[in-house]
């Protein structure tokens, strides 16, 4: 990616480092009590997660805040799906007239995909006698005239299918060898069976591949799917293999391994019967909010919010980068106690500056964005000084391995860009980049979407991603001070700009 270095800056830097006044060691203890084990990886919905808020909450009020929240506390609470309550009785049956293969949930059978109701006491799905057909490796490429479901009829029925793709191995493939198609994946395959009609999808481990790559033990741990419209459920090879070789499956397979000729088709008298007993996990979480009043108070009705997401996903499974280790505990330490802990700490520093801050600065730790930014979209609907009122929106997601430089993003406009050099110049030592991920990758999206300018922090992703590896003691606490010295840097030349302007009439804080 484009690399964008602001020359100046490196003369700034090299000729003064300023000491940032964000206190390095306070900002990581913080970090190391939000990414401890005892706190479980902050899932949402988790005991675990409301004592982060409270320890959030606690910091705001000892540092001199103002509660931003509902009725005058600190919180915002509003409700999401975390994960499944599973029921009793489910129960996947694949048969034809020689015999029947009864699978379990969690062992030899776990959804990728479901269709969860309210109550795991009532049956969320339930289907019997569904017809089978085979259709290959589940891919529409039509640009390399390839489909498996070019004249076939999956409507009301139930479709089994191999995972990965034909000449996976193969570079020279059209089907792009073992370089990854939008098509292969397992939503692609989802999505297209389901638009034809398909009631459910059965996905068996390819017959190229030695080791079935399914994870049903995680879903034991921590049962969570996706809802792609209808049943999608990974199903073991082993258990499987009787029916798999009495239809001749993988000798298709290796016919269209050969030569990329579909061969689908309905499965003479097979069926499948299934019923399914999950229900949507609906937890209360909370956005934890504290207001600093702006000191001008002609411009105190104008806001700056300064915001990070606190939840991380707890003992992994579905939201893993290792799913395979479902139930061992994701600290989230640089996602995102780093931007949670740089909150508090510039909440504090700007609290004893106040007079730098005519506008009002909202400072916000967000609920559920590993959920799909909820807690920031929950925030723009009800804000404590209105959306039309707020004039900029910084946002600080996984900044704690600076190593000398953040990546920032939604510089769009101009003056806000000069902004942030002056910031930077004050701050010394960090090299501003622009080659992440971009705008509106994180909660900082729920506010462009509101057309609020927002500008996001990173320092970069890492091989502890969204693992149980991303530890405190891989923190780089120097540089995560000076990131979030440079954010209130940055926050204190925007709450100054006459040449911000908000949308709509002012609003008291």
């Known amino acids: 990616m484009r690399r964008i270095l602001f020359a100046f ?26 990414a401890s084990d005892d706190l479980k990886g902050r899932a949402s919905g988790s005991p675990e997660l409301e004592r982060a808020a409270d320890y959030i909450a606690q910091q705001f009020k000892d540092i001199g805040l103002r509660p931003g929240g509902d009725d005058g506390t600190w919180f915002e609470p509003f409700q999401l799906v975390a994960g499944l309550t599973v029921g009793d009785g489910n129960s996947l049956v694949v048969s034809d007239r020689s015999r029947s293969i009864r699978l379990a949930l969690g062992s030899t059978y776990y959804p990728l995909s479901a269709v969860p109701n309210e109550s795991a006491a009532v049956p969320s799905e339930r289907m019997d006698n569904l017809p089978l057909v085979f259709a290959g490796y589940g891919l529409s490429a039509r640009d390399v005239n390839y489909d498996d479901y070019a004249g ?27 370089r990854p198609m939008p098509q292969t994946t397992l939503y692609q395959k989802a999505k297209i069976a389901h638009d034809l009609g398909a009631r459910m999808l059965l996905v068996v481990s390819d017959p190229s591949h030695a080791t079935d790559e399914g994870l049903y033990h995680s879903f034991d741990v921590v049962p969570d799917t996706d809802e792609a419209g209808m049943p999608v459920l990974r199903v073991r090879r082993n258990e499987m293999q009787a ?6 499956l993988d000798a298709l397979a290796r016919q269209i391994d050969r030569d990329l000729r579909p061969r689908s088709h309905l499965i003479k008298d097979a069926s499948v019967d299934y019923t399914e007993y999950l229900a949507h996990n609906r937890r ?65 520093a700007a609290m004893a500056d106040r007079a730098r801050f005519p506008r009002t600065l909202i400072f916000v730790t967000f609920a559920g964005e590993e959920r799909g930014l909820l807690g920031s979209a929950h925030y723009v609907a009800s804000p404590p000084v209105s959306i039309g009122e707020t004039v900029a929106m910084l946002n600080l997601d996984m900044v704690g391995r600076s190593r000398g430089a953040v990546d920032v993003s939604g510089l769009d406009n101009g003056a806000v860009k000069n902004d942030l050099l002056a910031a930077a110049q004050a701050t010394g030592g960090i090299d501003i980049k622009q080659e992440g991920p971009g705008a509106g990758r994180s909660d900082d999206s729920s506010f462009l979407a509101a057309r609020v300018p927002a500008i996001n922090f990173f320092t970069g992703f890492h091989a502890d991603y969204h693992r149980p590896t991303d530890d405190w003691e891989k923190i780089d606490k120097g540089g995560t001070a000076r990131v979030a010295t440079l954010a209130l840097e940055f926050a204190a030349r925007l709450a100054q700009d006459t040449g911000l302007k908000a949308q709509g009439s002012s609003q008291k804080p």
Request: without cysteine; negative net charge.
């Open 9 to 34: 800056l490196l003369l700034a830097t090299a000729l003064s480092a300023a000491t940032p006044p964000i206190d390095a060691d306070r900002l990581l203890g913080h970090i190391k009590f939000l």
């Open 152 to 178: 076939l009829d999956v409507a009301g029925k139930a479709v089994i299918i191999f995972s990965h793709e034909p000449q996976e191995a193969n570079p020279n493939s059209p089907l792009n060898g073992n």
């Open 243 to 248: 029916l798999v070789d009495e239809w001749g």
């Open 284 to 348: 209360t979480v909370r956005n934890v909010v504290g207001v600093m009043p702006g000191s001008d108070p002609s411009r105190a009705g104008e806001a700056i919010v300064i915001g990070a997401h606190y939840d991380h996903v707890g003992l992994g499974g579905r939201l893993s980068m290792t799913p395979e280790r479902a139930g061992e505990i994701h600290n989230g330490a640089d996602d995102n106690a780093s931007g949670t802990a740089s909150v508090i700490e510039i909440a504090r």
